[in-house]
Nanobody, 120 residues
Framework: QVQLVESGGGLVQPGGSLRLSCAASGSIFSIAVMGWYRQAPGKQRDLVATITSGGSTNYADSLKGRFTISRDNAKNTVYLQMNNLKPEDTAVYHC??????????????WGQGTQVTVAS
């Protein structure tokens, strides 16, 4: 089994910054893609950004330039640096990882999420 644990959420004023972390642990042989998604109240879960084991990144168009995803493969950890935060960034941010364990298949796992609230 694999666990993903997010941290770093909280309350921040508009224009502020936060850095989210997500650490994967458990039966891990390798991790392909890691990513962040977010879900605002009453809305669907949307892509924020993803990153491959080789460092290739993909962002939601509306977030390019403000959010940066990075990854430490040795620590099985993915980060999300969020700058110039806006009230519309308020959401629960979920970590996601495609993990290969003892078998040959990759399985997608989700974290429980961390709340980010942007308000003055």
């Amino acid at each position: 089994q694999v666990q993903l644990v997010e941290s770093g959420g909280g309350l921040v004023q508009p224009g502020g910054s936060l850095r989210l972390s997500c650490a994967a642990s458990g039966s891990i042989f390798s991790i392909a893609v890691m990513g962040w998604y977010r879900q605002a109240p009453g809305k669907q879960r949307d892509l924020v950004a993803t990153i491959t084991s080789g460092g290739s990144t993909n962002y939601a168009d509306s977030l390019k330039g403000r959010f940066t995803i990075s990854r430490d493969n040795a620590k099985n950890t993915v980060y999300l640096q969020m700058n110039n935060l806006k009230p519309e960034d308020t959401a629960v941010y979920h970590c996601n990882a495609e993990v290969r364990g003892s078998g040959s298949n990759y399985i997608r796992y989700w974290g429980q999420g961390t709340q980010v609230t942007v308000a003055s």
